[in-house]
C-alpha cells in the first residue's frame, strides 16, 4: 500500500511540474503577443495556444493540488470530530471524489475520442485540432482519481494506526 502511495504521489510531482512549464509557457507567449501587437504586427497562433496550455495546466495540476490539500475543501466537522472520525470522514470524501473523477474522465475520454474521430477543429484562423485540449480532462482528471486511492489508502493506513495505538 505504502508503495502504491509513493507511486501516486510522485505521479502527482511529476503532473505538477509539467503544469507548471505549461503555465509558464502560456505566460509567456502571452506577454510575446502584446509586445508583438504593440509593435504593429499581427499573428494568429498565440492566444488559442495559450488557452490550450492554461486548460492543460489546470487538468495535469489537480493531481498535486489534491496531494498538499490545495482542493477548496470544508474541514471545519474534520476539525471537532476525534481522530478515528476524521479518518472515516476522509475515506468517506475520497471515496466521493474517486467517483466523481472517474465518471469524469469517462466523459472526458468520450467527449477526446469524439472529437478525434470526427476530426473537430477550432474554426479559427490557425484552426488547431481540439482532441488536444479535450485529451487533457481524462489524463488530469484521471491521475487525479488515482491520487483520490492513494488519499484513502493514506487514510486507512492512519486509522489502523490509530486503531493499533490505543
Not at 509539467?18 to 502560456?26: G, H
Not at 485529451?135 to 492513494?150: N, R
Request: hydrophobic share 50%; aromatic share 12%.
Amino acid at each position: 500500500m505504502r508503495a502504491f502511495i509513493r507511486f501516486a504521489d510522485a505521479i502527482s510531482v511529476a503532473c505538477a511540474v509539467i503544469a507548471s512549464v505549461m503555465l509558464f509557457a502560456a505566460v509567456l507567449i502571452v506577454c510575446w503577443m502584446v509586445l508583438y501587437r504593440a509593435l504593429g504586427h499581427s499573428t494568429f497562433w498565440e492566444l488559442e495556444t495559450a488557452v490550450y496550455l492554461m486548460v492543460a495546466s489546470v487538468f495535469l495540476g489537480s493531481p498535486y493540488c489534491l496531494k498538499t490539500n490545495g482542493h477548496v475543501s470544508v474541514d471545519l466537522l474534520a476539525h471537532y470530530l476525534p481522530r478515528r472520525g476524521s479518518d472515516i470522514l476522509a475515506i468517506f470524501i475520497g471515496v466521493v471524489g474517486f467517483v466523481v473523477c472517474g465518471y469524469l474522465t469517462y466523459v472526458g475520454a468520450e467527449l477526446m475520442l469524439k472529437s478525434l474521430h470526427e476530426g473537430e477543429t477550432t474554426g479559427s484562423l490557425w484552426n488547431p485540432p481540439k482532441w488536444p485540449l479535450y485529451l487533457t480532462m481524462p489524463l488530469g482528471l484521471g491521475l487525479t482519481a488515482l491520487q483520490y486511492i492513494a488519499e484513502i489508502l493514506r487514510a486507512t493506513l492512519d486509522l489502523k494506526s490509530a486503531q493499533e495505538g490505543a
